[in-house]
């Protein structure tokens, strides 16, 4: 059954090929001949159900290049470590690597930009949303595909906002007032928040949807640090408020992480979470979660000011430039980012008898596409609706030592330290380590 729905795919692939193109035309723009067959490619990538499905799948690319691909997947806390290592490594152990966007200037210098082979092959990074094209971006220049990128979503429980007349938040200040009654109502976390640092600065998440919709940025235009303005400044009260004045968050807010209030969300102790769209199969997964689907409703981060800026993260497959095999990679790379892949990886369940569920897509089309959203509740389109008006973080190579220090800053003042002296201790040290970078 399987060489049969592989055949069939291909098929159907070559039917979309113009008429008169020649018998020796492959899809996805692949080269023809198999010229680099008997090729071993090895991929980095982070352990997660839609890379485990292209892992699944890769028979298909192995059956049209005559390539062979070895996979290593490693869970994400272990992932930027590991990058590192592979680029002072320098010595081509692997040929594709997968990255979180934040840490790609950092790593600029051993990954090889694509823009030349995109060129030659008509491939348009169009495709994709504004902010994931972005996110695989370094000085101009495009240093792979944007393959898993999210934008954050404001997940809640349908059925406690029904219970008690609430409608899905559309603001801050509605999520405040929510959370506030859920958690005198419910005896649960109003929100679930998470101010831990824990070197993979998630707790500046939503700290970035409050910056943003005040209309500054990280950084001005002179590159100092505009959170230490007065409209970041109060941006970042409000948000270390949630926790510390209007007690809505969940047990252990201070020191929980990501993971810590997905958990907290999905085992029913909080109405709301802010969060990635990968999230929503977890929450009504049984061996994840005490909910239901019926429980989970999902809609676009809440505005603050009037304004709603949301947060786009993604995570870029790059080819490292120590690749022996750099345009075998490329094939690679190109069967990979298609959007047909994009779009199949939504809708089927299984592969080669494997449970697969994966609700991330990264091309327009894909978040357009009916079918994929009739698979997933319309996500999807919830997705690019937020993806509008998105943004990225700083794309720096000073950005991991930049973001530790926001980091722990805003962890200190979530346990109740002066929010103002600790956001301005953090932009003074800041501007001393981009003066010794050369920035001003």
């Not at 930009?113 to 949303?129: H, N, T, V």
Request: net charge positive; aromatic share 12%; with cysteine.
């Amino acid at each position: 059954m399987k060489i049969r729905c592989f055949l069939v795919f291909v098929a159907l692939s070559f039917l979309a090929v113009p008429a008169g193109a020649g018998d020796n035309v492959l899809p996805y723009k692949l080269k023809s001949g198999k010229p680099y067959s008997g090729t071993t490619l090895n991929i980095l990538a982070v352990v997660t159900p839609q890379f485990k499905s292209y892992d699944l799948r890769d028979e298909e690319f192995e059956s049209l290049t005559g390539i062979n691909v070895n996979w290593t997947h490693i869970p994400f806390v272990a992932l930027q470590e590991k990058v590192a290592s592979v680029g002072v490594a320098a010595d081509g152990s692997f040929d594709v690597v997968n990255y979180l966007d934040s840490w790609g200037p950092a790593n600029a210098y051993w990954l090889e930009p694509i823009d030349g082979w995109l060129k030659r092959d008509g491939i348009s990074m169009d495709r994709y949303p504004e902010a994931f094209k972005k996110s695989a971006m370094f000085k101009g220049e495009t240093l792979g595909f944007p393959l898993r990128a999210h934008p954050m979503l404001m997940f809640y429980r349908k059925d406690l906002f029904a219970k008690h007349g609430l409608a899905a938040p559309k603001t801050w200040n509605e999520v405040v007032r929510a959370g506030k009654k859920i958690k005198q109502q419910e005896g649960i976390g109003g929100l679930a928040c998470y101010f831990g640092a824990d070197g993979n600065r998630q707790n500046l998440f939503i700290w970035l949807n409050y910056i943003w919709a005040t209309g500054t940025d990280v950084f001005d235009k002179q590159m100092k640090p505009a959170w230490a303005t007065p409209a970041g400044l109060k941006a970042t009260r409000d948000y270390v408020d949630l926790h510390t004045k209007n007690n809505i968050c969940g047990k252990g807010a201070v020191s929980n992480v990501e993971q810590d209030a997905r958990i907290q969300f999905a085992q029913g102790n909080a109405a709301m979470m802010p969060v990635w769209w990968w999230a929503y199969s977890g929450f009504y997964n049984p061996n994840q979660s005490k909910l239901t689907k019926d429980q989970v409703g999902f809609a676009g981060m809440p505005s603050y000011k009037g304004k709603t800026v949301t947060y786009a993260i993604s995570m870029p497959y790059s080819i490292s430039k120590y690749s022996k095999n750099k345009e075998a990679a490329w094939e690679f790379m190109k069967w990979l980012s298609n959007p047909e892949l994009d779009r199949r990886n939504a809708i089927e369940r299984s592969v080669r008898g494997e449970k697969i569920v994966n609700n991330v897509v990264t091309h327009k089309s894909s978040m357009a596409d009916a079918e994929v959203n009739a698979a997933n509740d319309n996500i999807q389109k919830a997705a690019l609706a937020s993806l509008a008006n998105s943004d990225i973080m700083p794309q720096i190579p000073e950005w991991p030592e930049v973001g530790d220090l926001l980091s722990n800053a805003i962890q200190k003042a979530s346990t109740g330290g002066n929010v103002d002296q600790l956001m301005k201790e953090a932009a003074s040290k800041v501007e001393r380590i981009l003066r010794r970078a050369g920035y001003y």
